[in-house]
């Protein structure tokens, strides 16, 4: 079985402060891991992936993810945050080999970036 | 992103009835999904589909059926409405299993 567990449920982040969404994942094998953010009455838009190779992934708007197989961690961080980065982030697994082609979502953060 | 629609984007309805989402992509993807996003669940999946003609369960498909007779649409149907299908509906598209999928605006459903 593959599952994500997003442990916050809001963070909350002073405008230019960095910013760091947490993630942890559970796989047979091993993962596929995607960053996803949603706006308010907005589908989900691809943040960023990782597959293989550099463990530091970079995404759009700013957006990275430090994948750590030891931790089975995926967690997302921008260096500075603005109001704009306000959103719901989910975090989503693949196994490579056992995934049955599906991802697994995590329930998802609220991000809220105070001015 | 236009290249994935979906339809009513809005929709109230009446237990017991059937209605049915519609889902469309022009980018010929393969794979297709759908998706209900509901408070403290997050997204769960309902049906994909791996090519036309070919649909397989997710990890709540009860109560829905899915068809998908051509590669762009990936229509969703609640044969008989209950309340605890209220949710938004997000359907996606990848063009393969390892890829990025992209999402629809998602479609609102009220169950009265």
């Known amino acids: 079985a593959q599952s994500v567990a997003q442990p916050e449920d809001q963070v909350n982040v002073a405008e230019g402060n960095p910013l760091t969404v947490k993630c942890t994942y559970s796989v047979s094998g091993n993962p596929y891991l995607f960053w996803y953010v949603q706006y308010p009455n907005r589908g989900l838009q691809f943040l960023l992936k990782y597959i293989t190779g550099d463990n530091l992934v970079k995404g759009s708007y700013g957006f990275e993810a430090e994948f750590n197989k030891s931790q089975t961690s995926f967690h997302l961080k921008k260096p500075s945050a603005l109001v704009s980065d306000s959103a719901l982030y989910f975090c989503?697994?693949?196994?490579?080999?056992?995934?049955?082609?599906?991802?697994?979502f995590g329930k998802g953060n609220q991000v809220v970036v105070i001015p | 992103d236009a290249g994935i629609t979906q339809s009513p984007r809005y929709k109230i309805t009446e237990t017991g009835r059937q209605v049915t989402l519609m889902c469309h992509q022009t980018?010929?993807?393969?794979?297709m999904f759908w998706y209900r996003q509901d408070l403290g669940h997050g997204l769960r999946l309902i049906y994909y589909s791996a090519a036309a003609d070919i649909t397989d369960k997710g990890e709540v498909p009860d109560g829905y059926v899915v068809s998908r007779s051509k590669t762009e649409n990936f229509p969703l149907t609640l044969e008989s409405a209950t309340r605890s299908q209220t949710s938004v509906y997000f359907c996606?598209?990848?063009?393969?299993?390892?890829?990025?999928?992209?999402f629809g605006p998602g479609t609102r459903l009220l169950v009265l």
């Open positions: 980018w010929s993807h393969s794979y």
């Open positions: 996606a598209s990848s063009e393969s299993s390892v890829e990025t999928q992209y």
């Open positions: 989503a697994v693949r196994d490579r080999y056992y995934g049955n082609n599906r991802l697994a």
